[in-house]
Structures are given as C-alpha cells and as structure tokens.
C-alpha cells in the first residue's frame, strides 16, 4: 500500500462540473506533486508546492487549480474541464534536500472521465 | 531540451532470461536518476536511484542500474527475471541541482515475462 492517499479514486464529471481531488500524506514530506497521466503514456508534471507554496506550474490551463491547505494536504480543483482531461491524475509527495535528490511516492491516483 | 529516452518500448522475455532496459538523458548538469516500476493497477513505486557514489547501484526486487556519465545513461539491468516483474518500467530524471522539482519521465518500457 501507499502512503499518499489519494481521493476520489474515480471521478466522472460534466464539463461544466466543479469538482476537486484531493491527496493527504503524513511522511512529513514538504514537497508535494501533481502529475497527469494519459493512457499508455509517462507521467507529465503539472504542479509543485514546496513548503506549501506553489514553486512550478507547468503551463498547466486555469481550469485546474492546485491548492496546498498545510503541509499534509494537496487539492487539485477542477473546473469546466475538456474531454482530453480525462486521464489518471497522480498525486507525490518528498522530502526537500539541497541536493534535489529524494524520490517522490506516489498515490494511486484518481481516474477521470470528462463526459 | 532537457529530456528522457528509453529505447525498448515494449519486451518480451522468458522466465530465467537477463534483462537490461536501456535509458538515456539528455542534459551536462546535475541529474538525479530514478528507475520507477508500474505493476497492472497499482501505484509508481521506485525500484532504485542514484545520486552520487558508486555509479552501480542496487534496488529492490533484484534489481540494479548503472551510470555512465559518459553516456549520459542510466541502464535497469536484472540477471534473471520472474514471470511477477511483468509491468510498466520508467526510468525518470530530476534536472536540478536542488530543492523540490518535478520528474521527468521516459515513455516507459512494457515489460512482459512469460511463464
């Protein structure tokens, strides 16, 4: 089992839905990941919150806005999404070194559907 | 650009057979290496990584990967594979000398193991 903790781990929505995953993890780590993952495809980073604050953001469109409450939640709000948004959504979570060297743990994800 | 190859997409061996999974990156600074595995369903989890030392270096499950600066590579090798190591393999490269950044992926490697 994995220690970051993924919720809902399915989510169907509409496009004009609002809806928000969330992801929780009690490693202490201060850094916390959001990564998309279409099928068949490698995970693409979307988010990073170091110390809780939002450090990257790759380009990612406004519909999706990350959240970071304290330094065991992360929320990724979804809102008026597209159909190619479906995909497995990947929460992880490190610790934070000079060296940039500690892995990442991932959830499971959540799977969404975009109708 | 800063990027990530792996060269086998997909491969089939036998039980008993050696492996080695080729991975190669394409940046002259700081990298810090990770090979993750993906078994059917289940989460990302991290075989090994390398950040410094000795550039051979030992995961879980048998399996073990070297770097060659040189070659800018960092190949997954294991010397005899079991029908249970069928999955989806990543190698991923942090392109940073420091602090929280994200994974870069390979396209992954599609492992099967035939009985």
């Known amino acids: 089992d994995t220690e970051v903790t993924q919720t809902p781990k399915h989510l169907v929505m509409g496009m004009t839905n609002k809806k928000s995953l969330k992801c929780e993890q009690h490693m202490g780590h201060r850094a916390m990941y959001w990564y998309k993952q279409k099928a068949k495809k490698p995970p693409e980073l979307m988010f990073v919150?170091?110390?809780?604050?939002?450090?990257i953001n790759e380009s990612v469109p406004s519909r999706f806005s990350p959240e970071c409450p304290n330094s065991s939640l992360l929320n990724l709000h979804l809102h008026a999404l597209q159909p190619e948004d479906s995909a497995l959504y990947l929460c992880?979570?490190?610790?934070?070194?000079?060296?940039?060297?500690?892995?990442?743990?991932f959830g499971d994800g959540t799977r969404l559907s975009i109708l | 650009a800063q990027s990530v190859s792996q060269h086998n997409h997909h491969v089939i061996l036998s039980e008993a057979a050696s492996l080695e999974l080729g991975c190669n990156y394409s940046y002259g600074g700081t990298v810090n290496l990770f090979w993750y595995v993906q078994y059917p369903g289940q989460h990302l989890q991290l075989l090994l990584k390398y950040f410094s030392g000795d550039p051979l270096v030992k995961g879980i499950k048998g399996f073990e990967a070297e770097f060659i600066k040189s070659k800018f590579s960092f190949n997954l090798r294991k010397p005899s594979v079991q029908w249970s190591d069928t999955a989806e393999y990543f190698c991923?490269?942090?392109?940073?000398?420091?602090?929280?950044?994200?994974?870069?992926f390979g396209k992954g490697t599609h492992l099967i193991i035939q009985p």
């Open positions: 991923a490269v942090i392109f940073s000398g420091g602090g929280a950044d994200g994974l870069t």
């Open positions: 992880a979570s490190s610790q934070i070194s000079g060296g940039g060297n500690q892995p990442q743990h």
């Open positions: 919150y170091s110390y809780e604050k939002l450090s």
